[in-house]
């Protein structure tokens, strides 16, 4: 099974930025489409980037021009810069294989508020 392990959430204002990391193992990482999901309180879990083996990446229409994923396959690490945040980005955020696996991290709670 896939074994994910997430960092970098934190508080932050309303405009600052905050980047999170995946160290992902346990997969060939390289051949993999990854994912980064977030939940917030009461709410369904949703997908908001992903990126495949090319580096081609997606993003959630509510993230798009905010948001970037990139994969460091070296480290096998995927990472979500996130800028411009919002109180709405408030959530935890999970990285994961897309289509997602049944394996979730502890994922890492992202709070945006003043």
């Known amino acids: 099974q896939v074994q994910l392990v997430e960092s970098g959430g934190g508080l932050v204002q309303p405009g600052g930025s905050l980047r999170l990391s995946c160290a992902v193992s346990?997969?060939?990482?390289?051949?993999?489409?990854m994912g980064w999901y977030r939940q917030a309180p009461g709410k369904e879990r949703e997908l908001v980037a992903r990126?495949?083996?090319?580096?081609?990446?997606n993003y959630a229409g509510s993230v798009k021009d905010r948001f970037t994923i990139s994969r460091d396959n070296f480290k096998n690490t995927v990472y979500l810069q996130m800028n411009s945040l919002k109180p709405e980005d408030t959530a935890v955020y999970h990285c994961?294989?897309?289509?997602?696996?049944?394996?979730w991290g502890r994922g890492t709670q992202v709070t945006v508020s003043s």
């Open positions: 994961n294989l897309y289509p997602h696996s049944d394996s």
């Open positions: 990126i495949d083996r090319f580096s081609t990446t």
């Open positions: 346990r997969i060939t990482f390289r051949l993999a489409t």
